[in-house]
T-cell receptor, first 110, second 115 residues
Framework: GIQVEQSPPDLILQEGANSTLRCNFS?????LQWFHQNPWGQLINLFY???GTKQNGRLSATTVATERYSLLYISSSQTTDSGVYFCAVSDSGGYQKVTFGTGTKLQVIP | GAVVSQHPSWVICKSGTSVKIECRSLDFQATTMFWYRQFPKQSLMLMAT?????????EQGVEKDKFLINHASLTLSTLTVTSAHPEDSSFYIC???????????FGPGTRLTVT
């Protein structure tokens, strides 16, 4: 199956700093999503981004499908950004099986 | 739109009993639903893919007789953990894919503790 690696595994930021999270995947994918899992376990959809670039407020994401990676940018980080960020990819099979990445745990300190 | 609910949000049960978890798409129809398990400080692991009206497809290593999945309608899938044991304690999360769509929408999760 597809392997999905995220980096860095852990990240501590001062409030107001910017960061870039990376997601590498081992094979061609149909879909890619970024999620934020809050401390209560809820997964929040951030981006559906199989290719190209999208922006939503302080967050933006870029996927370069031909090079098998995606980047999530967080600007002017806030303490509420803390949590774990996952990317998840879908393969091209009939059910489009989803594989989650290893996650990046982000802590934003005031 | 695209809201997925799970019930219950948390449950404690005794070893040997069975627990049913419901996953509902509230404002859309979902032909495909997915069940995941997440252990502390780990990523989500896909357990099974559930399609309305057909048998679920289980991932390697997931016991189909222990984790019974029923996708009876376009808005409801259920996961029953049969004869639960302490090692089944985990966070179970479902997701749903909208009819004709590609994005997955996740439920809030169910925390299961087996004593």
């Amino acid at each position: 199956g597809i392997q999905v690696e995220q980096s860095p595994p852990d990240l501590i930021l001062q409030e107001g700093a910017n960061s870039t999270l990376r997601c590498n995947f081992s094979d061609s994918v149909n879909n890619l999503q970024w999620f934020h899992q809050n401390p209560w376990g809820q997964l929040i959809n951030l981006f559906y981004i199989p290719s190209g670039t999208k922006q939503n407020g302080r967050l933006s994401a870029t996927t370069v499908a031909t090079e098998r990676y995606s980047l999530l940018y967080i600007s002017s980080s806030q303490t509420t950004d803390s949590g774990v960020y996952f990317c998840a990819v879908s393969d091209s099979g009939g059910y489009q099986k989803v594989t989650f990445g290893t996650g990046t745990k982000l802590q934003v300190i005031p | 739109g695209a809201v997925v609910s799970q019930h219950p949000s948390w449950v404690i049960c005794k070893s040997g009993t069975s627990v049913k978890i419901e996953c509902r798409s509230l404002d859309f129809q979902a032909t495909t639903m997915f069940w995941y398990r997440q252990f502390p400080k780990q990523s989500l692991m896909l357990m099974a893919t559930s399609n309305e009206g057909s048998k679920a497809t289980y991932e390697q290593g997931v016991e189909k007789d222990k984790f019974l999945i029923n996708h009876a309608s376009l808005t409801l899938s259920t996961l029953t953990v049969t004869s639960a044991h302490p090692e089944d304690s985990s966070f179970y999360i479902c997701s749903a894919r909208r009819l004709g769509g590609n994005e997955q929408y996740f439920g809030p999760g169910t925390r299961l503790t087996v004593t």
